[in-house]
């Protein structure tokens, strides 16, 4: 892999510790780029995460951090460009949800997933968006849902707050581009890490409802965190982004089991490898 496709600085990687969020952690490093992860309340699985970044040989830093809380995200900000260029802000992190119906959805768990994801990234978008312009530019990477697309009954607290951030993004993207900032969103289905496996291991999904959704991808397998992982680096690269007119480049429907396949291809097409 490339070991300089990346300037000088840091890829702030929001939910770092997790199990998407490691794993792009450990691409975005391998790929060049020094690390600055956070974690909201498990420690210890951003130091391991931390351990095997240094191992690549990339510097790391960890920032204990509740997007909801306007105050820690504007310290951990502040604690991160004092030090050192951010030039990537990677969306990593996600409400704990439940699959409720529509109409079994309470006024109370709306609102906590609204103040969590939506207002949450705002706190993020707001305070890093003037140190990358500071910093001559950067790249908006947001982990969104292939439900935009096609709705999956149940997901409207995964769904719906999303909705509202690639809106952001798309401004972002409209009114930034002149500016060198990139706001790019992957679209994904299922992949088998963090909620999902805890949904299944509770039986929320079945063997009935995984051969449903099976039933409508091409290659017949769910996504593995390091297909996103991948496309993350293909997305926050700031040399082979592909802009649209807008300066908004958004891959709406990739579900799961096209990730390999769709990473796979650009790979080819641009001559380069992202695998470690």
């Known amino acids: 892999m490339n070991k300089n496709r990346f300037p000088e600085g840091v890829s702030l990687v929001v939910g770092g510790s997790g199990g998407m969020g490691a794993d792009i952690c450990a691409t975005l490093a391998q790929a060049g780029s020094d690390i600055a992860l956070t974690y909201r309340g498990n420690r210890e699985r951003a130091e391991q995460t931390a351990d095997k970044i240094r191992s690549s040989g990339r510097s790391v830093s960890i920032h204990q951090l509740d997007i909801s809380d306007e105050r820690s995200v504007a310290a951990a900000v502040h604690e991160i460009a004092a030090t050192t260029r951010i030039h990537t802000v990677v969306l990593a992190n996600g409400s704990d949800i439940k699959q409720p119906l529509i109409r079994d959805l309470t006024p109370q768990d709306w609102r906590k997933v609204v103040d969590a994801d939506v207002n949450g990234f705002f706190n993020v978008l707001h305070y ?15 982990l969104s849902s292939a439900g935009l697309e096609r709705w999956p009954d149940g997901d409207v607290l995964s769904v719906s707050p999303k909705a509202c951030i690639e809106s952001l993004l798309q401004g972002v993207a409209k009114e930034e581009g002149k500016h060198g900032i990139r706001a790019n969103s992957i679209a994904v289905g299922v992949i088998e890490t963090g909620i999902f496996l805890r949904l299944w291991a509770e039986g929320v999904f079945d063997e009935k409802w995984k051969s449903a959704v099976l039933k409508n991808l091409c290659l017949k397998s769910f996504g593995k965190p390091e297909d996103s992982k991948r496309f993350r680096h293909l997305r926050a690269n700031v040399e082979l982004v592909r802009k649209r007119p807008d300066g908004y480049d958004r891959h709406g429907t990739i579900r799961p089991s096209w990730m390999r396949l769709l990473t796979q291809l650009r790979n080819s097409l641009l001559g380069k490898s992202f695998s470690s």
Do not use: C
Not at 128 to 142: D, I
């Open 128 to 142: 890093t968006l003037p140190v990358l312009k500071a910093g001559g530019g950067g790249s908006y990477v947001h």
